[in-house]
């Protein structure tokens, strides 16, 4: 059958009508089909309280209330809500404010080394502290910046120059255009004032520059803000090659956080943030920081525990690792040696037989030492024993063992004792196998 067209409303046949009763009824009003629907007023109306039942409410209320009294005792003061203030100060909650930087949690569990936050004093053992003073360097070379590097080049330009150009009366010396001062001056008055923000665009490309250290040295990093070493250490440990960067980080970031540690006794977590940043570039860093401050004889036993403090909270490559320990178990000892190799050890790796071997040796030459060793030394010896015994040869354990009765400690060096004696030397794992077969 076909199917039955639905009829057509009163709409259509108003939209299909003449022209002329389409003007005509334009102005009329249209008959309303839907009801009207009743409002909220009308419902809260309907829907009240009376006030019969508002009473027994407040007075079942008010029972409860005795009843909670007498069984807990009276509201105390203390629990009341507290009203909403707004305290100025570092380390101090602020309720009224609002919410805090996205990065600033991360910039807290960061800076905390050893259960102390960023903004507290490292504590330091007074007499770990001695102990690692008896092996400073007395006489440590003067420390270099950029700016002595920067005098140092433009000196030996100077005298390149003049030699070669010697035929040349008045030949003149290659200066910067004086638009380029202009803007890296304005630059170094934004760094020194920096607290968050974009940076001007002319100190990002500075990394892309030839000349990249003598234009650094014109916004005087010495005058730049933490936030300021922060947002810099960024941009030149993406941009710069593992050689520069290592430059950027001995000759600008290490003076200023060793500056810092020794004025505050503590590091600012901005400085503390752009010394793990640059830890993103691990041979860079190692050869830029770590070492230098150990070769310097001067690294104090809190400079070591916050640095310390980033090799531990950081993932650094096997080789790089192996590097720095073999470099450090051969240079002269001092006491941040010991924290820096336990922090190492303490990794865990699967270290080369070679740098286990300079390890051990680093050991063994502290067999005719007088002074006494700190307790840094006998607990890095012991991370050693721990982590690594079935990696030790017979000979070496031996020798260890004959080391130990040099160089006692009381509590440390029975548990390296035990630590040895319980473990089976490599040199028999090697040869077993072999055996069963």
Not at 172 to 181: A, H, K, Y
Not at 283 to 312: D, N
Request: with cysteine.
């Amino acid at each position: 059958m076909p199917k039955v067209k639905a009829a057509r409303g009163a709409r259509d046949r108003e939209k299909h009508a003449p022209l002329a009763e389409q003007i005509l009824t334009a102005d009329a009003v249209r008959e309303g089909t839907r009801e009207k629907r009743r409002g909220r007023g009308a419902r809260e109306e309907e829907d009240y309280v009376d006030p019969q039942l508002t009473r027994r409410i407040l007075q079942q209320a008010r029972q409860q209330q005795e009843e909670l009294e007498t069984e807990h005792g009276p509201r105390n003061k203390a629990s009341a809500p507290k009203e909403r203030t707004t305290r100025l100060g570092p380390g101090v909650p602020q309720d009224g404010s609002d919410e805090e930087d996205e990065e600033w949690p991360t910039l807290e569990k960061a800076a905390t080394m050893s259960g102390v936050s960023h903004h507290a004093e490292v504590v330091v053992d007074a007499e770990d502290e001695r102990a690692i003073e008896m092996f400073m360097n007395k006489n440590p070379p003067a420390r270099r910046t950029l700016a002595d590097i920067i005098m140092e080049k433009l000196t030996e330009k100077q005298t390149e120059v003049e030699t070669v150009m010697s035929e040349v009366s008045g030949f003149p010396m290659p200066q910067l255009d004086p638009r380029v001062l202009e803007v890296y001056k304005g630059v170094r008055e934004v760094l020194s004032k920096y607290r968050s923000g974009r940076l001007p665009k002319a100190f990002k490309v500075i990394p892309a520059l030839s000349n990249w250290e003598q234009i650094l040295y014109i916004t005087e990093p010495s005058s730049w803000t933490a936030a300021s070493m922060y947002q810099a250490t960024r941009i030149f440990t993406s941009n710069l090659k593992e050689r520069m960067a290592q430059r950027f980080f001995n000759l600008v970031l290490l003076p200023r956080i060793r500056d810092d540690i020794a004025e505050y006794k503590r590091l600012n977590f901005h400085l503390y943030m752009a010394l793990k940043k640059a830890l993103f570039k691990p041979g860079a860093w190692f050869k830029g920081i770590l070492l230098p401050l150990c070769e310097s004889g001067t690294c104090t036993l809190r400079e070591a525990i916050i640095v310390g403090s980033i090799m531990t909270k950081c993932s650094i490559p096997v080789l790089h690792a192996s590097a720095a320990m073999l470099r450090i178990s051969e240079m002269e000892y001092s006491g941040a040696n010991s924290i820096f190799l336990r922090t190492l050890l303490e990794k865990k790796y699967a270290l080369p037989y070679r740098v286990l071997d300079a390890v051990v040796f680093h050991f063994l030459s502290f067999r005719a030492e007088k002074r006494q060793l700190p307790v840094l030394w006998h607990q890095c010896l012991l991370a050693l024993a721990q982590r690594y015994k079935a990696d030790l040869s017979a000979d070496q354990k031996k020798a260890l063992l004959e080391l130990l009765r040099l160089q006692p400690h009381p509590q440390v060096s029975p548990e390296i004792r035990r630590e040895l004696q319980s473990a089976v030397p490599r040199d028999v794992e090697d040869v077993a196998p072999a055996t069963m077969d």
